[in-house]
């Protein structure tokens, strides 16, 4: 009987492996989200030069500048969705299958890439994601058109929660870091 528990327990252990396939899919989709923002940087950049052209008028040369700007705005929410999949890569390899020899070694890693429990993972990937809503957000104000002071208010209340939202945020690392201070 005790063997049946051994041998059990052995494939219940090494069942943990599976999350490989996340690590890996994961891996993939920030490679792939990596790739696109940068494809979009380039062509972005190339069609910049339109921008210096004499014959531009001047409202057509606003409206290049307003999408310019939107699309600066996708390159930087396609790159920090690229992050996101890949700090959830590490941390997911990192608490699953075991640390990353290589980033405790570094001597100018970040502590961002070292996840300690899930949730360190839940709470760093919560922030990338706060980041990601903020520049969603920046992205619609820019489009929005005002149409009454009412619009205008709606536009401060969205900053100001977008504000509150980031206060609370390092409140909490703040909070947390003095908890886990040394009295």
């Known amino acids: 009987m005790k063997r049946i528990e051994r041998a059990f327990e052995g494939v219940l252990w090494n ?9 890996i899919s994961s891996l993939l989709a920030g490679v792939a989200m990596f790739y696109m923002a940068t494809v979009d940087a380039v062509y ?11 014959s531009l008028e001047g409202h057509a040369r606003g409206e290049l500048r307003g999408i310019t700007i ?13 992050t996101v999949m890949l700090i959830f890569a590490l941390g997911l390899y990192e608490l699953f299958i075991s640390k990353i020899d290589q980033a405790a070694q570094a001597e100018n890693s970040s502590n961002v890439l070292l996840i300690d429990s899930l949730d360190d993972l ?14 969603k957000y920046f992205e619609h104000a820019i489009a929005m058109e005002f149409e009454s002071p009412l619009d205008l208010l709606y536009l401060a209340g969205g900053i100001t929660l977008i504000g509150l939202a ?17 009295h």
Do not use: Q, W
């Not at 990338?128 to 903020?134: A, F, G, T």
């Open 70 to 82: 939107t699309h600066v705005v996708e390159i930087v929410d396609g790159y920090l969705l690229a």
């Open 44 to 54: 972005m950049l190339a069609h910049l030069g339109e921008y210096a052209s004499p």
């Open 122 to 135: 839940k709470a760093r990937l919560a922030k990338v994601i706060l980041m990601i809503l903020i520049v």
């Open 15 to 23: 069942s943990r492996y599976i999350v490989l396939l996340a690590v």
């Open 166 to 182: 980031l206060y609370l945020t390092h409140a909490g690392e703040h909070k947390g870091a003095a908890a886990g201070a040394p």
